[in-house]
């Protein structure tokens, strides 16, 4: 009987550690639906590319300054990937979508499946096609209370992002950009009328989005040990499938969702057969879709893409 | 005044490849590999390798008459739709006589059809799934070994050498991972062996932790893996963080160095793997190619030895038809025999798949894949 509820803890566990990587994701989709109206395919791209900034950090500190403590390389990791899709995520937004903010909400769809593909293609032909293999930067120690264990890398993942997650809904409440942030959301119309830039608030939101989406990409690529420009297709589109079960445009939703649809996972792959995953994970998009078509914690939206 | 300039020349436009064309004697043979998407690395390999042997053989001068042979390579991305449509555009091209590919055994059974019905002669470096050439299409053949005889090798070799008794088989689910998985199945029971759980997992995907933590609580003394190794490097990975130790086994899929760089020496030490035939590397005979190849293109993917041989035998046809009629040289494929491979003679049965390709059996050794033994077919 223990053995099971070890084992059944485990799973949890399991399941737990990848849902909290898919509602980081899910952070940005949410966001970016929420002020724009966009579903932004280029999301899980920009969580790729963090991904490949951390192996990169890892890698040159390996060859300049051998022996470093692993804090300061995973500060230097964390600071380098969230900086780096951050500028990315601007970028992206100014060359690729804000000449389009007029246009229809489908123009700007399709534009970001293509700036999914030239990320792709992009981060391929700069690194090749091999597998990025990811140094352990962090021990392999487990941590037992009992029956329950955990790796140190689990519970990283686990304070990470419960810490990020904090930050955000802090800022989003009480800082001026992210009370704008939440005004533009409301009525943008209205939000240009008492003075707020609709655009350095779509800027920053995509800069937040993609720092979160980093911090996911480094956190993977550390916990999997290595890395493929293709990773973040299917991440992308688990965590937009997160977002949608969250509620897209809630903050709180895409935390949920996210978690919920990593355990659920988890479980399903550990218990039920694993072959069936990605079966589970778009089962229970088109049951919300179905049943709750706004998600568990969202608005009801007229208008969806 | 300017319309008559604008008029002439554009006809002179339109002539110019009229001119092209009529003055450049080529017989064009096509390659197709995943050469982007998630097996680009793979597929990479194989354009090189067989791109080595058509310059190689234009070096030595005319293939027949002052035809020289111009290369075509196309990506099917792994992707059996993108192989249709690569094989439909190779054949529309009347100048197209045979086929390099493709790399998958989706792809390549996918693509079978359309070469059958255009008489184009396809030869795959590396498509090992038994079903392919057992679809009667004369115009299929291979130069690997198939996986009806690899992965009964892997178990009898499990089985008897190895004293297993349980295992765990994984694949990925494709028509390769899952064919080879079917068939070490197949063989493992039948020499009394017990297969505690068969699963199957989806490539590309990463978090394989539930899975592993599933299979750790059934305690198989082996896992056989049919698939490639990206996924196996993660499986290693996450089996040390979930505290899962067993043997290892997969087939020619896994045998890349670049496992061991992924999953780390440590954890891919004592790894087993079966290979279509022998390391080029330890081949006098492929000595050259491997010396050339790795001081242009570094080191030699897995199947470019292959793609390098396939090539071969396709200009030799060629070669010996002395036309471009698609049939002749269709024939002549059909008639080699004895052909000198870098990787050892080449000849097809009446399905087209290799005769007499003998299965390697390598284990993982201090960071290298190390020569254990050389399985012939019965």
Redesign the interface.
Known sequence: MT?EIE?FL??LL??L??GMVYALIALGYTMVYGVIQLINFAHGEVFMVGAYLAVSVIALFSSFWIGAPFWVLLAAVFICSILGSSILGASVEKIAYKPLRGSSKLTALITSIGVSFFLQ?AV?LLY????Q?VP?IVP?I?FSVGIFSI?L?QAMIFATSIGFMFFLTWFVKHTRIGKAMRATAENPEAAQLVGISVDSVIRWTFVLGSGLAAVAGAL?GMY???V?F??G???GLKAFTAAVFGGIGSIPGAMLGGILLGVF???????V???W??VFAFVLLGGVLIFRPSGLLGENLPEKV | MMKRIAGIVLSIFLLLPVHVAAQDDTVSIGLVAPL???Q??IG?GVLQGAQMAVEDANARGPVFGDTRIKFVPLDDQHNPTQAVMAANKLVSDPNVVGVVGHFNSSCSKAASSIYHEARVAQISPASTNPEISRQGFDTFFRVCATDDVQAPTAANFVRSKLGVKKVVILDD?TTYGKGLANEFEKRFKSLGGEVLRH????Q????????L??IK?VRPELVFYGGVY?EL??LL??A????FKTTWIGGDGIFDV?LI????PALTEGIYATMLGVDPHSLPSAADFVARYEARYGQIGSFSAYAYDAANVLIEAVRRAGSEDREAVLKEVRLTKDFQGILGPVNFDERGDAIGKSVGIFKVSGGKFEFIEEVKPA
């Open positions: 053995a084992l485990q799973q399991n399941g550690t990848l293609n391929m090749g096609s091999k597998e293999s352990e392999n487990h790796s890398i993977f999997y040990g290595s493929n293709h990773d297709y299917l991440a996972e988890g479980l399903g792959s550990g218990y057969s694993s072959s995953k990605d | 982007t998407g998630d680009a690395y990479i689910q699963d199957g997992i989806n590309g995907e990463k978090d394989f932790t539930p899975l933590t599933k609580s990206p490097a993660l990975r996450q040390n963080k979930v505290g670049t760089k992924l999953a780390t």
